[in-house]
């Protein structure tokens, strides 16, 4: 039989559903329905190699952020404690509860027994950026921020745009440019470095198209 530890590690749809339980333990366990595997599988193909541009649109409340924003990065700094991943999303009010996750999930016993080898840097850590003793991070950029400075090997873009907004044209050509002249040019290796976007759709112009 595998054990947790290295089925986590292996799959990471199993992996989805132990971070789920570890952030909500009092809610009934995570359903791998159709569509969250579907998710699943394609992260896996990005963090193998076999894709390097991915786009999922779902809808709201589907699980989208806490699989891509959180337990994807955890699991990639799992399998690679030095690997570099910029997650950008509108503001910061979104980006400080996947940064809480984030390190309450890599913080756990569950963790710690699937990746052992990846440290929490507590030196320089610091809210909305998660560094590892192998040089590795994970670390928020709001739409309109700068990257500068940074580079990456993922780039994944969550939620890059408030609902409300999306009927603006000015709006969607700042978050167009934004991710056109700042954080779409971060990564550190154009050719083998992933970028990741994931949205709900919300105009026939949003940043998907």
């Known amino acids: ?38 998710m699943c599988h394609a ?17 709201p409340r589907h699980g989208k952020s806490i699989t891509a924003a959180v337990a994807f990065c955890a699991w990639i700094l799992g399998k690679d404690p030095s690997a570099k991943i910029l997650v950008g999303t509108y ?15 890599m913080e756990s016993a569950e963790y710690r027994a699937a990746f052992p080898a990846t440290v929490i840097d507590r030196k320089t850590t610091r809210q909305l950026e ?24 993922y780039i994944i873009l969550d939620d890059c745009m408030k609902a409300q907004d999306a009927g603006s044209e000015a709006e969607r050509i700042r978050v167009r440019d934004w ?14 470095g992933v970028i990741i976007s994931i949205q709900q759709r919300l105009h026939e112009d949003d940043l998907t198209s």
């Open 130 to 153: 998660l560094r590892t003793t192998a040089g590795g991070f994970r670390m928020a950029v709001t739409t309109g921020g700068s990257a500068t400075g940074f580079g990456g090997d």
């Open 179 to 192: 991710y056109r002249g700042t954080i779409g040019t971060r990564l550190d290796n154009k050719g083998e």
């Open 43 to 59: 992260l896996e193909q990005t963090a193998s190699g076999a894709c390097r541009r991915l786009v999922i649109n779902v809808p």
């Open 1 to 38: 039989m595998i054990s947790p530890a290295l089925l986590h590690k292996q799959a990471f749809k199993y992996f989805v559903r132990a971070v789920f339980r570890q952030l909500h333990p009092n809610q009934p366990s995570l359903e791998l329905t159709w569509y969250m595997q579907a």
């Open 91 to 105: 503001n910061e009010d979104l980006a400080r509860p996947h940064d809480r996750q984030l390190k309450s999930m």
